[in-house]
């Protein structure tokens, strides 16, 4: 964990901004897999890690901000835990390591909120993703389970987005230590890649690294010769001659903040002219976006821009056609680019969407479109000194997609169907990074990755 001021000034913080009543943070629970005892990995609650730092299930922090008093409840370790679980410090210490004073155990936590409630106090909490969180919190808050998202506080919600969306120098390092675990898998895999060999013994090699280095993975790994799907979790293929492999991968940190990089190789080496044109025009969109971000500007303006060289360069191939600043305000270039440029990263991989993604990549300047395509921006909003963004642009050929445009003959005057058939077998190119916002322009973080054409070539011989 971090230094414990650092957990303090976090809560000081937060605090001034909720400015009255009292503030809970649930840890996650350990859930069950098949059978009780049986269980998933714990991940600890993200914003619970923000402002508790402590990487345990079963406890509660409590803030109580109108006597400006920071609280603990959990329960110390039971011989009989000692002896399946073995010994762990003492709720006491482990609450003086993040700075907080004050702790009890989690049976007077019930009292504790009956007496806010009797007080009239206003009790903050931020919508639960999981069900236990959801069941424990009704049961505390006497509300029912259909309604404790709607009832989760928009004040803390804000405020608790508007803190951890600005990253510290020491969130950086954190960013970058997964980032430095990316490089590893992303060099590893370009050497690995070969015809013959199946996606699943390079996504066992890559999750290995991540376990071995850090957190393991920071998201499922995408991880296919059919990049053209773009949340592909099957690693059933074995890779041929000729193909693409696309893998967007993530690591967590030592103190869980993710990394998130996309790279797309060629399984023997070698790209074909074909696969070059079209990778060339993915690197370029994705230069001249990241090129754009300083403080102020909007993303939304960033991934239009990727849209538009991604447009003239297919209609430089005689894929698309016509105006393209008109086809990309239209959504033409969806088609092939049908997502969003890119999200905010942190302690989340897609940060904390969970709290709502519009209050996250949207504002009172900026509505989320309802276009096909632009609608999948996570993050359109101003840029500001501290954001980390992945930019991750991509050009796709969805056989089904294809062919449900061209039957229905939508933009044809933008889109050359005839010339797009050709690649209807190609695949899909990504290419991601993760992009601080500096005081004067950006830097994208780690390491660098093989990335051009000729580093990545390089890289996998
Ligand atoms: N989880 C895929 C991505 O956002 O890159
Ligand atoms: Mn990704
Ligand atoms: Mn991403």
Not at 55 to 71: A, R, S, Y
Not at 166 to 180: V, Y
Not at 360 to 370: A, C, E, L, Q, T
Not at 401 to 422: A, G
Request: proline content about 5%; some cysteine; hydrophobic content about 40%.
């Amino acid at each position: 964990m971090f230094s414990p001021e650092i957990y303090i000034e976090r809560r000081k913080v937060l605090k001034k901004s909720v400015k009255s009543g009292a503030i809970i943070f649930p840890a996650n629970n350990i859930p069950a897999m098949n059978y009780p005892s049986n269980n998933y990995p714990f991940r600890q609650d993200s914003s619970f890690l923000y402002y508790f730092g402590i990487d345990e299930p079963g406890l509660m922090g409590l803030i109580d901000v109108d006597l400006d008093q920071d609280v603990l409840f959990g329960d110390n370790r039971e011989i009989d835990d000692v002896v399946w679980m073995g010994p762990a410090d003492t709720i006491q210490n482990t609450a003086k390591k993040v700075g907080v004073e004050f702790t009890f155990p989690l049976s007077e936590l019930e009292t504790r909120i009956i007496n806010y409630k009797h007080a009239g106090k206003e009790i903050h909490y931020l919508p639960p993703y999981r069900c236990e969180i959801s069941g424990q919190l009704s049961d505390l808050l006497k509300i029912d389970i259909k309604e404790i998202n709607e009832n989760a506080s928009l004040t803390l919600i804000k405020s608790v987005i508007s803190q951890r969306v600005i990253k510290s120098q020491e969130e950086i390092e954190e960013i970058e230590k997964a980032l430095d675990i990316s490089h590893e898998m992303y060099t590893t895999a370009m050497k690995m890649a070969k015809p013959g060999l199946t996606e699943r013994e390079i996504f066992g090699k890559l999750s290995g690294i991540s376990l071995a280095r850090g957190n393991g993975i920071s998201f499922p790994m995408i991880l296919s010769v059919h990049g053209e799907t773009l949340h592909n979790h099957h690693h059933d293929n074995t890779l041929e001659d000729g193909q693409l492999l696309l893998i967007d991968s993530g690591a967590e940190s030592p103190l869980h903040y993710a990394s998130d990089i996309t790279r797309t190789i060629p399984v023997k080496g070698k790209f074909t002219k074909k696969q070059k044109e079209i990778y060339k025009i993915v690197l370029d969109a994705q230069l001249a976006a990241i090129k754009m971000m300083k403080p102020g500007a909007m993303f939304k303006d960033c991934h239009l821009k990727a849209a538009e060289v991604i447009g003239l360069g297919l209609k430089k191939l005689g894929l698309m056609q016509g105006n393209i600043k008109e086809a990309v305000k239209k959504g033409a270039h969806a088609l092939f680019f049908p997502h969003g440029l890119g999200h905010h990263i942190g302690l989340d991989v897609h940060d904390m969407e969970g709290l709502g993604e519009d209050y996250v990549g949207y504002d009172s300047k900026i509505k989320r479109s309802n276009q096909f395509g632009l609608a999948y921006l996570r993050m359109a909003k101003a840029l500001q000194p501290g954001y980390v963004i992945t930019v991750e642009p991509g050009i796709y050929f969805i056989p089904q997609l294809i062919e449900e445009w061209k039957n229905s003959k939508k933009f044809k005057n933008y889109i050359n169907y005839d010339n797009v058939e050709k690649y209807i077998d190609f695949g899909g190119i990504r290419i991601e990074d993760d992009v601080l916002v500096t005081e004067k322009g950006h830097k994208v973080l780690g390491k660098p990755i093989p990335k051009t054409i000729a580093e990545i070539e390089k890289a996998c011989n």
